[in-house]
């Protein structure tokens, strides 16, 4: 039987890109469908601007620390605005990046979400297409609890597209995130409250650590 593509990938996170680079490399028709921007969680909403986040929230420590060191004493404010700014210019940057790749890996790319109609056949957009293996590489996405008063909170992806600094913020959970997110908004000068069902953040993880950083983070 004959197929529009020999391997179609739904999803563009770092997995599904990976997989229809090298599929292509090797001669394979390949398409993919991604709704969102490329890339994945790394690149949009996760390891590049929280970080870029956490190496801003590390100078007013520094800017405390200078007089110590034959420094002046320096006074410095947050500009919001222009910090988020360039945390997001810079994610579009790599976006463009991505979107070289696969053009010239030949991958033809599917801004839209993709329906499985049957096990070989798609619903891409307004097209139809058939693929001989279909990769599924969607990922995930975090989930508002049906609660009262869920409407007014937002989730951690949502941070980096805040127009104003909160005041104070409130942050539901202990987990890796949650506690990345605290230090990063306490440092950038947002006060912050954590909120967690047991007595020590990051559940899992070795109890020295846990320790260490939650006296740490109250300090």
């Not at 096990?119 to 609890?145: C, F, M, N, Y």
């Not at 005041?167 to 440092?187: N, P, R, T």
Request: with cysteine; hydrophobic share 40%.
């Amino acid at each position: 039987m004959s197929y529009d593509y020999d391997l179609f990938v739904i999803g563009g996170g770092s997995g599904g890109i990976a997989s229809a680079r090298r599929a292509a490399e090797y001669g394979a028709k390949v398409g993919v469908a991604e709704s969102d921007r490329l890339g994945g969680t790394c690149v949009n909403r996760g390891c590049v601007p929280k970080k870029l986040m956490v190496y801003a929230s590390r100078f007013p420590e520094l800017f405390d620390d200078a007089p110590g060191y034959g420094w002046s004493a320096v006074q410095s404010t947050l500009d919001w605005k222009k910090m988020i700014t360039d945390v997001n210019n810079e994610v579009r940057r790599l976006n463009g990046i991505y979107q070289r790749m696969l053009d010239n890996s030949k991958v033809e790319v599917f801004p839209t979400r993709a329906k499985f109609l049957d096990s070989h056949t798609l619903e891409v957009g307004d097209r139809k297409v058939t693929a001989e293996k279909i990769l599924v590489a969607v990922g995930g996405q975090p989930v508002k609890p049906n609660i009262p008063g869920i409407d007014h909170a937002m989730t951690s992806d949502d941070v980096f597209h805040l127009e104003e600094q909160p005041k104070h913020l409130v942050i539901l959970g202990g987990g890796y995130i949650g506690s990345e997110f605290a230090c990063i908004m306490q440092g950038l000068g947002t006060q912050v409250t954590q909120i967690i069902r047991s007595p020590m953040i990051l559940r899992g993880f070795d109890e020295d650590l846990r320790q260490e950083i939650q006296q740490a983070m109250v300090k």
